[in-house]
């Protein structure tokens, strides 16, 4: 039985929350999703385009599997994609018709979980994590500046997590006409497994292995309630959103 779970919360510094999430299951129970977004622009311009964007893919996704009779690899990964390119397209020309929302946009990370298998769609910084009973797994790779200079060999992952340009990203839903995500599939574990999606204000916050700590703790909504609430112990500097989905 695949059960999912999520909150956000505004942390402890931001005075308003531009993070967004929503997640759901079929009528059978058989599929879970989520969307998790992490907003940023001037003025309200980041909880604009965070909640364009989740309301936009999660109403793509609903009609999809209203209307589907089959789900296949092929065809989730194609509605992942095509619903962040169409949520990009609305969050661009939102922008372009008001100057107050200009330069907008949104981080995304999405899973659709069916039939053993996991698939993620992101864009920009937010994260997915497999957590099972090897341990604990990143899954995605940030697009960001300081990954860039990781992945070059000019930092070390230890000296990326206090660089000064450490938020800034180099994908995001809404700022260009154009959308370049990434996606891919995991075979889930048949016994036990966790995926975690979250923003960076949860995964600057708490460390991988405090993770699985917790998730040897609690489970369900008690898992991301304990979760937030440790973000927030740590210092709570951004806004901070959780997305769970487990067997």
């Known amino acids: 039985m695949i059960r999912v779970c999520g909150r956000t919360d505004i942390g402890k510094v931001r005075s308003s929350n531009q993070d967004d999430c929503r997640f759901g299951l079929t009528s059978d129970g058989n599929l879970a999703w989520s969307v998790v977004c992490d907003g940023m622009g001037g003025a309200n311009g980041g909880n604009v385009a965070s909640s364009m964007a989740v309301e936009s893919i999660s109403e793509q996704y609903l009609h999809y599997f ?56 992101h864009a920009g910084d937010s994260r997915a994590y497999l957590l099972d009973s090897d341990g604990i797994q990143q899954i995605t790779t940030d697009h960001s500046m300081v990954q860039e200079m990781v992945d070059s060999g000019d930092l070390t992952l230890q000296q990326a997590k206090n660089h000064p340009q450490r938020n800034i990203i180099t994908r995001a839903l809404g700022v260009e006409d154009q959308i370049q995500t990434d996606y891919c599939e995991i075979t889930l574990p048949q016994d036990w497994y966790l995926l975690i999606l979250c923003t960076d204000g949860f995964s ?12 040897k703790k609690f489970q369900g909504q008690d898992l991301a309630d304990q979760l937030i609430e440790e973000a927030n112990k740590n210092g709570g500097g951004d806004n901070i959103t959780v997305s769970i989905i487990e067997n």
């Open 204 to 215: 600057n916050c708490v460390e991988p292995e405090t993770l699985m700590d917790f998730a």
């Open 66 to 121: 209203e209307e589907t009779q089959k789900f296949t690899d092929n065809g989730l990964r194609d509605l992942m994609t095509s619903a962040a390119y169409n949520a990009n397209t609305a969050i661009y020309e939102h922008a372009a018709e008001d100057t107050q929302l200009s330069g907008m946009g949104t981080t995304l990370v999405t899973a659709i979980v069916y039939d053993g298998m996991a698939h993620i769609t």
